[in-house]
């Protein structure tokens, strides 16, 4: 029997939840335009310094600091389109981002697997990324794919085979946020002609995307920018994410670490303005917490507001947002603590309407790999999908007929109405599995059962054989320069 | 020795969201208005069929079915107020309902507990409920206390025995979900005049509610009403839950199981307003999933989070506050399930500006207290607190100066801002707790380790050993009218 693939089900949110006044939205604006003008950031790029320079920014080519009259800022970002396509391997998986829908993706890119089978702990690599993303493509939740895991089989050319692991195991869009440097760069869009079938359509429908990280505070990553270039330059979409820590990289307040961040994106996003008017870019930022005993990255706090104030920073500037969510603290699989992290965060993020969010299904702050863990996390997704539905109301569903020919003290369970709505009345949660004597099973063990039914059971829609052997051209190609 | 009862936390919201649209509103209160008025509500009491029937509703008294016009139930539920006070035993505790605030409870009311020594699961006593009220009498999550399991060490009087139990070990408000029947009731208000001290102070700040279940569908239970009526006439407030189970009890849609649901509630707070208008009452929908295989009520349904949103906004609309019901895992041991079902109902409930929730504790259901439970609910309760706030965006916040001062590839953990802002960030302390081995705590344990050391150190003021003597002279009395243990 074909299992068929389920449609994708992104998180419609009918609210409109404005964490920021329109005061303090200006506040952080202005905050983070004062930060790029007097303060400036690091690009340790002769080619980002070039561009920049050739375009009025103040550039110190010694200290490779750049400061940004405010003018340049708001004329250079006039170009940013507000919304895009994310392509997919197949038409109908493209992502047309629009206001009140949100995609989700995985969570990457982690380390360390335990592995399925023997339960061990090791050092991830290119089947773990293949094998979840053959997951992935099942799950209605998952919109586009980040490669989860680092192939690290693969050695320096890694980026580029969980590229190839995630295109041929999924017809999803694939988001990257492991490639470096000019020459992967060049690589990866020569992978992503392939599967688009020529540059134009590449262009027209960029079938995979780019995460750089900045250095905070107010740094940029020479060979993130560089490999960024070059992607714009292709159309490939390219996001800019700041990761500041609360107390040691960034101010011990979240106001000032957000400012901060923010001028670190909007610095990178202004570049690319200015180098390619009109690319399409988007901005993300996930703020820590230093633990001030332990000095340790904290990524869910008691105190964990704010963690998506920036979606609305990045809709004030005009561009779409990645916001983050999941990716718990926790090192234990199914935990009390995996789930208490994630379930209220992902539905303030929603409320504030991000466009794509990433990352269900890793543990231990975003680096390692339980394979079930991204059937618990779908879970909680579904939760808050289905607590953003609106109500249904009509006569139907009032029922009103049905009431009043059961009255008072009667039951529901003969009734027409009740057998017609019943099977799509109770969306079965993970949590209201029963087993054979009618108890409910352990959350986790039936994600672990689902898990292994996905694997053997549901098998993605193959990458054309032709494809399939011009990406290992490329990879061959890739491994002989790079390595 | 006893000890100071920290101040309480409530959740006070920056924000607030409609989940249902004027349309949607109107079109289900119009369902509520018409089964009161078509079909009814069934009621057993003469007493409370006489109250329906002298104010204007239909009643039929052989088949002790009410039908309540929509004039009648507009015009009798205006008279309630839309904001009191629930007082407490200490007054710095007072839950003031003014719409600014959430305030939660313990869950209610379990049968069973995993043992605080021995961790053996059985049946539910008084010194459980003494237990749990030092906890709840600590954490400044819990605004109020219902007795979170049954004192069945007591079986007639039970109820009563946890009034004892709680009044004698918490200083906050006390909310029983057991007191049914006049005589039980009328001893329970006799309990908290003696709290109150007087008449004027027992109305103006009464120490004890009482919640009363309504039976799905359509259905009033004899003795709770009664209960209420005693209550309502000392000046206590009451409240109706309706727990009507789609598919079963409710129509197996969503928005007939919120009418059949509203409409049951609806008809008793009528009933109060009725009988002694102006009464404080409250509204509490907590209807559940039927499981199609089991037909268990499930109340952690994927669809179900936004039944307690959706009850909280037909509790303003009718213009009395709210008690949502949150928390409530159908899990049947703390861990992922636990943490997974109340968050974001918790959430959502708490930016529709709901004034009262339950119910931090138990698990299967509200069926089983675990003590550590209400430790790992409380830590959700807090995130959500937080999260809440919003964000303070003032020149000290934004520290402009300091990241000038810092500069790009600097480092901010020299620097006095951090020093003086990072010991305000909060932090959860049971996640990222270091072991003495050099690894990360259990937070299930350190729960357990943190219920364990307020149960050691925390010992609330007592009442006055007046009211004391005054309480266990009213439980003899009850304990030789209705039964119980001599």
């Known amino acids: 029997m074909v299992i068929q693939q389920p449609v994708l089900e992104p998180i419609h949110s009918p609210y409109r939840f404005r964490y920021l006044s329109d005061e303090q939205l200006t506040q952080l604006q202005e905050a983070t335009l004062e ?40 004329k250079s970002l006039k170009t940013m389109p507000r919304y895009f396509t994310m392509g997919a391997r197949e038409i109908t998986f493209d992502l047309h981002l629009k206001d009140g829908v949100t ?103 960029p079938n995979f995307s780019l995460v750089v990280c900045t250095i905070a505070p107010l740094s940029q990553d020479k060979d993130g920018i560089e490999g960024g270039l070059v992607m714009a330059e292709a159309g490939i979409p390219v996001g800019f994410l700041a990761m500041p820590t609360l107390g040691t990289t960034a101010p011990a307040t979240l106001a000032g670490a957000l400012a901060m961040g923010d001028a670190e994106v909007i610095s990178a996003a202004v570049l690319f303005q200015l180098a390619y008017p009109g690319c399409p870019i988007f901005h993300s930022m996930m703020h820590a917490w230093a633990d001030p005993r332990t000095g340790a990255y904290i990524s869910y706090p008691l105190d964990g507001r704010a963690r998506h104030t920036l979606i609305e920073t990045a809709h004030h500037w005009g561009m779409p947002a990645l916001g983050g969510c999941f990716g718990t603290d926790s090192r234990n699989v199914g935990t009390w603590q995996s789930a208490v992290e994630a379930a209220t965060d992902l539905l303030i993020a929603v409320l504030v309407r991000p466009e794509i969010v990433t990352g269900i299904g890793l543990s231990e702050t975003y680096t390692l790999l339980y394979p079930e863990q991204i059937i618990l996390d779908n879970d909680i997704y579904h939760r808050v999908r289905h607590a953003l539905m609106q109500l249904d109301i009509n006569e139907e569903t009032l029922a009103l007929d049905t009431i009043r020919a059961v009255g008072p003290g009667g039951q529901f369970l003969s009734q027409k109405h009740t057998r017609q709505h019943m099977p799509t009345s109770l969306v079965r949660a993970i949590t209201h599995e029963l087993d054979e004597n009618n108890k409910y099973r352990d959350p986790l063990e039936v994600a672990r059962l689902r898990l292994r039914w996905i694997l053997e059971n549901y098998h993605p829609e193959p990458l054309e054989q032709a494809k399939q052997q011009e990406l290992n051209r490329i990879l061959a190609a890739a491994d002989k320069e790079l390595s | 020795m006893t000890s100071e009862t920290p101040p309480l936390q409530p959740i006070k919201p920056a924000y607030h969201l409609n989940i249902l649209g004027d349309e949607q509103l109107t079109q289900l209160t119009t369902g509520t208005l018409r089964i009161l008025d078509e079909i009814g509500v069934h009621c057993p009491s003469e007493k409370v069929l006489r109250i329906y029937a002298e104010h204007g509703a239909r009643v039929d008294f052989e088949n002790q079915i009410v039908q309540i016009p929509p004039d009648i139930v507009k015009e009798v539920i205006s008279h309630a107020p839309r904001f009191y006070t629930m007082g407490a035993r200490s007054p710095a505790h007072d839950i003031v309902l003014d719409g600014t605030a959430l305030y939660c409870t313990t869950d209610g009311c379990g049968i069973e507990t995993i043992d605080f020594t021995t961790r053996v699961r059985r049946a539910s006593t008084k010194d459980d409920v003494s237990r749990m009220a030092r906890v709840v009498d600590y954490l400044p999550s819990i605004g109020f206390f219902w007795p979170i399991v049954s004192a069945q060490d007591f079986p007639e009087t039970a109820p009563l025995h946890e009034i004892e139990a709680a009044f004698n070990n918490t200083v906050k408000h006390i909310q029983s979900e057991t007191v049914t029947g006049e005589i039980t009731a009328r001893y329970a208000v006799e309990m908290a005049r003696v709290i109150a001290g007087d008449e004027i102070n027992l109305r103006a700040r009464p120490p004890l509610s009482l919640l009363a279940c309504c039976i799905a569908p359509l259905a009033q239970d004899k003795e709770s009403m009664e209960s209420a009526l005693v209550f309502a006439e000392a000046g206590l407030p009451v409240g109706f839950m309706s727990m009507v189970n789609t598919g079963s009890t409710a129509p197996a849609t969503l928005a007939g199981t919120v009418v059949t649901g509203d409409a049951e509630v609806v008809s008793a707070m009528v ?27 499930l109340g952690t349904a994927w669809e179900g989070t936004l039944f307690y949103a959706i009850g909280s906004e037909l509790a303003h609309f009718w213009g009395v506050p709210t008690l949502a019901g949150l928390f409530g895992t159908d899990a049947q041991a703390p861990g992922w399930q636990s943490a997974g079902d109340p968050a974001s109902s918790l959430l959502l409930v708490a930016l529709t500006g709901a004034e009262t929730g339950s119910g931090l504790g138990l698990l299967e259901s509200c069926m089983l207290l675990y003590p550590e439970a209400v430790i790992l609910d409380s830590d959700i309760y807090h995130r959500v607190r937080i999260e809440v706030n919003g964000l303070d965006t003032n020149p000290e916040e934004l520290a402009l100066d300091v990241i000038k001062e810092v500069g790009p590839r600097g480092h901010f953990l020299k620097h006095r801002h951090t020093r003086d802002n990072i010991r305000r960030r909060v932090f959860s302390d049971l996640t990222a707790q270091p072991t003495p081995s050099g690894g990360i705590g259990d937070p299930i344990e350190i729960a357990q380790e943190k219920v364990n050391w307020i149960m050691e150190n925390h010992w609330p003021h007592p009442p006055e050993a007046e009211q004391q003597v005054e309480l266990a002279r009213i439980l003899k009395a009850a304990d030789k009218e209705i039964g119980g243990r001599q």
């Open chain 1, 35 to 74: 930060i790029l003008e007097t303060v400036g950031v690091r690009f340790p790029s002769e080619k980002a310094l070039a561009i920049l320079s050739g375009h009025g920014a103040n550039v110190d080519k010694e200290k490779q600091i750049v400061k940004f009259p405010r003018d340049l800022v708001q």
């Open chain 1, 103 to 205: 995609y989700f993706t995985t969570d990457g890119c982690g380390v360390e697997t335990v592995d399925l089978e023997t339960g061990n702990r090791r050092p991830s690599c290119k089947a773990d990324v293949a094998m979840m993303a053959h997951v992935a493509d099942y799950l209605s939740s998952m919109a586009f794919y980040w490669p989860m895991v680092s192939a690290q089989d693969y050695g320096r050319t890694a980026p580029l085979h969980e590229m190839d692991a995630s295109w041929n195991n999924t017809i999803k869009h694939i988001q990257s946020e492991t490639i470096m440097g000019e020459i992967p760069a060049r690589y990866a869009v020569e992978m992503g002609t392939v599967i688009a079938g020529s540059r134009e359509e590449l262009r027209r429908r």
């Open chain 2, 271 to 297: 009933l109060i307003q009725m009988a002694f208008p102006g009464t404080a009452i409250f509204h509490s929908l907590m209807p559940g999933i039927m499981h199609p295989r089991t037909g268990a009520y």
